[in-house]
């Protein structure tokens, strides 16, 4: 009996040691280079698999994620820098191209939070988990010029606003591609 309340005891002690001691802390920032390929069945049916790249910046104690698309190799995808920020619940798109800002409501059915978007990322880095490869695709109308900056906080779109026609942006923030369409309001 003594044996087994002895061995119960070094069972527990070992899981708190390596419960509070040995699993990696969420740091305060986490930057992430990512690719995933995926399948565009509805604009490249014959081009098989493309493959996205983005830059993930992800700052747990501030709620928010920055995401960087560079230019796609593929082609019909613009640049962007991406910043959901779950404080103010906004969605801010910085199309590089176009050098123009849009900002949304953030739509946290698609946009995971900054924690578990860094819990996914370290399993995909990982190889626990691989990400699905389809895209899923959303468009929004630029309609209204931003007059009042203050409430869109310190990161969203500094000086960048309108929209012209549409312009698509493929980024992913949770196990599958999203194509952003922004069009202009006619």
């Known amino acids: 009996m003594g044996l087994l309340v002895l061995l119960l005891g070094l069972v527990f002690a070992s899981m ?18 990512c690719g995933v390929l995926y399948e565009d069945s509805l604009y490249s049916p014959f081009k098989g698999q493309l493959e996205l790249h983005e830059d993930v910046k992800i700052y747990i104690e501030e709620n928010y ?38 900002v949304i409501e953030l739509n946290t059915t ?5 924690r578990n978007l860094w819990e996914l990322l370290v399993n995909v880095k990982k190889g626990t ?15 209204e010029h931003v007059s009042d900056m203050e409430q869109l ?14 312009h698509r942006i493929r980024h992913f923030e949770n196990t599958f591609v999203v194509e952003t369409v922004i069009c202009q309001k006619s």
């Open 16 to 33: 708190y040691v390596y419960r509070y001691f040995f699993i990696t802390q969420l740091p305060r920032e986490s930057v992430f280079h």
């Open 65 to 102: 994620e920055q995401i960087n698309v560079p230019v796609p190799q593929f082609g019909g995808s613009d640049p962007a820098d991406i910043i959901h920020d779950f404080q103010r619940g906004l969605t801010a798109y910085h199309d590089i191209t176009l050098d123009k800002c849009y």
């Open 110 to 114: 698609i946009v995971m939070p900054p």
């Open 129 to 143: 988990y691989l990400p699905q490869t389809y895209i899923i695709q959303e468009e929004m109308i630029a309609t």
């Open 153 to 166: 906080g310190s990161f969203l779109c500094i000086s960048r606003r309108e929209a012209g026609n549409c």
